[in-house]
């Protein structure tokens, strides 16, 4: 398994050279958001399909 160092270093190796500072946080935070999102599934952190629909309709009254 990839350490969190090495996933980041493969990452910003492969933006282009003309990359921002502000590019290359936005890909890293998009790993780190979906890094979380797959531990939250490994652990069990979930809801159905059918709960956010009823969850919405909630909201957007």
């Known amino acids: 398994m990839e350490s969190v160092k090495q996933s980041a270093i493969k990452l910003i190796e492969q933006l282009p050279d003309e990359s921002s500072l502000e590019d290359i946080m936005e890909k890293l935070l998009f790993l780190q958001k979906v890094e979380e ?6 652990r069990g952190r979930v809801i159905s399909h059918d709960e ?9 009254k």
Do not use: F, S
């Open 37 to 42: 999102g797959l531990e939250d599934i490994r």
């Open 52 to 60: 956010v629909k009823k969850r919405l309709a909630r909201w957007l």
